[in-house]
């Protein structure tokens, strides 16, 4: 298969859209921008899921459902908000279809809805309308509440899960009794994705503020973790919103303090996609195929029968039982693949391109030798190990490959990050792709010129790091601190 | 809170409709048919979900994703699935909205879709039309796969959880070499839905096939099961579908078997909704609030301090500290509600009317007795018990109240349910609700005149049971065995 597999260098888009394809990720749908999500991009979604939601309900929140529709009005009620996302609506007009005698199924006209109903590219609005209603005194608060849900944004130029039409995400929409602990909340949840993504995805995240014309459409201020992908570009990784009262004006969301005042409720709102599935893709496979970090692979082990015969199946079937058993006893996910529709070669060849963080092969002169064939995937390496504690050897050998991910990428961005002060060598290196550290004047002018000469954006004011005062590379006036400018997904 | 609730024998109806808004289990939205999951309703769906999740995959399924939207055409590919899903699809017409200076926010004229999508009311049809680039051979096969999502099936009446616009399911889709794998495939998962609702809900369930008119739209055979309310009415809370080479012979589904020839794909699909939080409430609940099953309750032991003040607070925390991790070390889940904003009144009312399974309450005079008063919900019964063991004694009454909540239900089942030969008594006694055996000619004129004459219909016809031949009861032709009539939601 990974004959098959464009080479990275030669092209790294074509190399992406391959390999989610060919590994079985996800492919796209005949209905415009829409994707499937096959089953082994689904299992590593749900790993995310599974790893992401524990740490929300580790810090207080609950989840809930709120509905798919939002009436047109809504949308309209907060002025940035419906200008943000108009232009990428789908509307539902109609509740019916029926039979026409000479065009066949088509759209009833007499069902018509007296409001159009948008399909929720965000929720913030019809959960602002409803929390109206749940939320009267200062007991009420904090809200804390998620969604997991399906969103759609019409997009026209779609790549599958960079940017589809209909995405699946967790919203985070939170109430808050005041503008500090509303701040602190959405400082919270950007350390949890950025946690989430160094800790599970090993993924190296730079944290840091989205300046105002990339700001969520709605929100006082937008945080950010971007990530450096192999090709040098920056992906948004997650994104957690400072809201303000924006919300709670906009719907007439008050409350009771106190001291029975009647205030504003402050907001945040946060958020990951599948997206998230595209970002693992590009930080750590290669041009063998996907490498998954052992933390969020469906299956960790792959472990594959090499036999002549059915006797020596039989016989090697014995022999690893009890290394499944005690690799499952430490919480290892383990398929022992001893289906004979299949040879041996095309396991290997599947396991290694599908990236399974480990396989072990085990043959007729293993058993004489008391052994096992151990491979695993991020560096390709084999070795021969004895079958006495494999379990713990396996399990240092799963961290290992976890650990040198994260250090691999980590590494890479490190060596793509160029700390430059002229705009001429800023434009001569910038179609290298990596990180450029500059100054910048703080306004949108210099932003936009810089985007139109370059394609390059700045991707976050960067909270941590070098904070020493400079002058804009572009302008030469007074710059607070150097920004990071990068091209991006 | 439990004041505020109707009485169920007052009005049934309106007691479930209070019940599931005062226990905020779930709300109308204003988007008309369309409600809000609040998080205790959603806590209990996702246990749910977990559940079932895990008997799927035990069964050997994967989950996946596919799109929202299903263009106009797919649906009328299968000429009897459109003819049962037409009159109440949701149907996307544009895709952007536009600032008009007069109308202010209006739908783009300019960004009508060339043919509309419908969001999905069940996807057989899409993800048929992705199962013929998946399936080439007998190899492909079985192709094993669920998906959970939310589903739009357009409804003006509507009642929460039981009948709503858009809800939230799972479906499984699955794909054959042969008639008789796939019927296995309904019939297995129908028994997965069937323990799942008797050893997870504590809810007893009838196991049957559908007569022909109540047939799913595009099936061979639909099976169910099927459970009796407290009203006497039946709930079909679960489906699975026998859907022959209907859905391949549509969207042109073939492999190739292992003789090398070219053969249509054989199909089951099956689903359960969040109707299902309809049947539990109507199962177990009663004129004090909700009551939940251990099994599904977010959160199965509440405790409850009773101090005076912060110095017996602090006593009083000690003192349960390690009740609660006793209890936790057993896998059950605790909420210590020590908070001082709510009394402890307030308290014990809410936690009975939200239905968590057992109540501690502890105050001074326990720290001296070196005792817990233990309340249970479902019997309503207190007693004082020592700590010694306590995490056992809990665990014990957790099981306890499961198994009393199935016996409970069964046997209200049981003397609802009656043996009828004659059209006359069943016409006198429908009215009183409950299940009735009686013979039926197998004709759906039959059907349809029971149906209009007494709004009962034929909720199953059984797998088990007597299986003696008899007379209609009201044609007097003969009739292969017994089936269930009864009124339904």
Redesign the interface.
């Known amino acids: 298969m990974s004959d098959q597999l464009t080479k990275r260098d030669a092209d790294y888009a074509q190399w992406y859209n391959d390999l989610v394809l060919k590994a079985d990720m996800a ?1 796209h ?3 415009r921008g ?6 082994h991009g ?2 590593i ?2 790993k995310m899921q599974a790893a992401l939601d524990g740490m929300f309900k580790a810090t207080g929140h ?12 809504y ?2 009620k907060e002025a940035s908000h ?1 200008e943000g996302f ?14 026409d005698p000479e065009k ?2 088509i ?1 009833d006209p007499d069902a018509k809805l007296d409001e ?4 929720r590219p965000t929720s913030e609005t ?1 959960i602002w ?2 929390y109206r ?1 749940w939320i009267k005194s200062y ?1 009420d608060l904090p809200l804390l ?1 998620n969604q997991w ?2 969103v ?1 944004r ?1 997009e026209l130029r779609t790549r599958l899960f960079l940017r589809t039409a ?1 995405f ?1 995400w967790q919203e985070g929409h939170t109430a808050h009794a005041t503008q500090q602990e509303a701040e602190e909340e959405a400082r919270r949840m950007l350390d949890v994705y950025a946690t989430f993504a160094e800790e599970w995805m090993a993924m190296p995240v730079i944290k840091g503020v989205k300046t105002a014309s990339e700001r969520f459409a709605g929100a006082v201020d937008t945080y950010c973790i971007e990530a450096m992908m192999q090709d040098g570009k920056s992906l948004q990784a997650g994104t957690s919103h400072f809201l303000g009262q924006n919300f709670a004006k906009a719907f007439d969301v008050l409350f009771t303090t106190k001291d029975n005042k009647q205030e504003y409720v402050w907001a945040s709102s946060w958020g990951v996609s599948t997206r998230l599935m595209g970002a693992l893709i590009m930080t750590h496979s290669d041009d063998h195929g996907l490498v998954l970090p052992p933390k969020l692979a469906p299956v960790q082990v792959a472990i594959v029968p090499i036999a002549k015969n059915g006797e020596q199946l039989t016989a090697i079937d014995g022999y690893v039982k009890p290394i499944v058993d005690a690799l499952r006893a430490k919480g290892i996910t383990v398929k022992y693949d001893n289906d004979d ?1 299949r040879k041996p070669g095309w396991k290997f060849a599947e396991y290694e391109f599908k990236g399974y963080p480990v396989r072990i092969a085990v043959g007729p002169r293993d058993m004489e030798n008391g052994t096992v064939e151990v491979a695993r995937r991020d560096t390709l390496e084999k070795q021969v190990m004895q079958t006495a504690d494999i379990a713990e050897k396996v399990e240092h050998l799963l961290q290992a490959i976890q650990d040198n991910l994260y250090r691999k990428a980590l590494t890479m961005r490190e060596e793509n990050t160029h700390v430059v002060d002229s705009y001429e060598e800023f434009k001569d290196r910038i179609g290298q792709g990596g990180f450029f550290m500059a100054h910048w004047d703080g306004t949108a002018e210099t932003e936009e010129r810089v985007k139109n000469e370059t394609k390059a954006t700045i991707r976050c004011i960067p909270f941590t790091g070098d904070k020493t005062p400079g002058k804009c590379m572009v302008t030469g006036n007074p710059s607070a601190q150097r920004v990071i400018f990068a091209k991006a997904y």
């Open positions: 492919e749908s005949e209905v829409c994707m499937v999500i096959k089953p689904y299992a979604w749900e609950v989840n809930a459902y709120f509905p798919l529709f939002i009436p047109k009005s949308l309209a419906v108009a232009k990428e609506c789908a509307v539902v007009t109609h509740y019916r279809l029926k039979s066949g199924i759209v159009e109903l948008i399909v019809i309308n409803t209603g007991r509440i849900a399906n759609v019409w209909e699946l529709k």
